[in-house]
């Protein structure tokens, strides 16, 4: 593989980051394609706490982010994972996991409760996520709705994303 490297966004990469999230999710079957649309309000409102680039070859080819979400009573403490997106013609290579590998690892070292998340657990499962049986997220079915708790309190509840998952383009709403 290319020689990878995953550092923190900067002013310079705002744009890399939306043509990133704009062309990996062009033809995600459930996305209504407003995720660059997301990151934006996220970083606006000064909730994009982490924002990572995967640069390969010095280019950047993958974005991640995560902000916080209230999951039941926790107010504090749990982290949203997403969007996480990599460059069509770059998939399968390693680079959306080490995004989340990175990003995970940086949650740790803020003490976080842990992270959850809306997405397919054929993907995330091999990072440790789950399903918990009191976990949900309104609209969701069960089976997507996925947390990895950092020590033994089980995510339990409704996750309650930052406002700018709401967010609407002209087609509706998107992937979390
Ligand atoms: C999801 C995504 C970020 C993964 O990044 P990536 O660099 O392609 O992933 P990796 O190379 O680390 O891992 C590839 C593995 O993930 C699997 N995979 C990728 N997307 C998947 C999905 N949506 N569901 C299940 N498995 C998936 C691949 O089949 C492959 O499996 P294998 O290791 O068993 O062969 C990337 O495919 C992407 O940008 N997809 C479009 C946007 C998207 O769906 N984002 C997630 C929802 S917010």
Redesign the pocket.
């Known amino acids: 593989m290319a020689r990878l490297e995953i550092r923190p966004e900067t002013v310079s990469e705002i744009g890399d980051i939306r043509k990133i999230n704009v062309e990996?999710?062009r033809d995600?079957p459930i996305?209504r394609q407003t995720?660059h649309l997301i990151v934006d309000a996220l970083r606006e409102t000064g909730a994009l706490e982490v924002s990572l680039v995967a640069f390969s070859e010095g280019r950047p080819v993958?974005h991640i982010a995560f902000s916080r979400a209230a999951v039941g009573d926790s107010k504090s403490g749990w982290f949203l994972l997403?969007?996480?997106?990599?460059l069509?013609g770059?998939?399968?290579?390693?680079?959306?996991?080490?995004?989340?590998e990175s990003g995970l690892a940086e949650l740790r070292t803020r003490h976080a409760s842990g992270c959850v998340l809306v997405?397919?657990p054929?993907?995330y499962s091999?990072f440790g996520f789950s399903a918990f049986p009191d976990l949900s997220y309104e609209g969701v079915p069960h089976e997507y709705v996925l947390g990895l708790p950092f020590a033994d309190d089980a995510p339990c509840g409704t996750i309650l994303a930052n406002k700018a998952f709401e967010i609407e383009a002209e087609l509706g709403a998107g992937?979390?």
């Open positions: 990996a999710f995600h996305s995720e993958g997403g969007p996480v997106a990599v069509p770059l998939q399968g290579q390693g680079i959306g996991s080490a995004l989340v997405g397919d054929g993907y091999r992937c979390a």
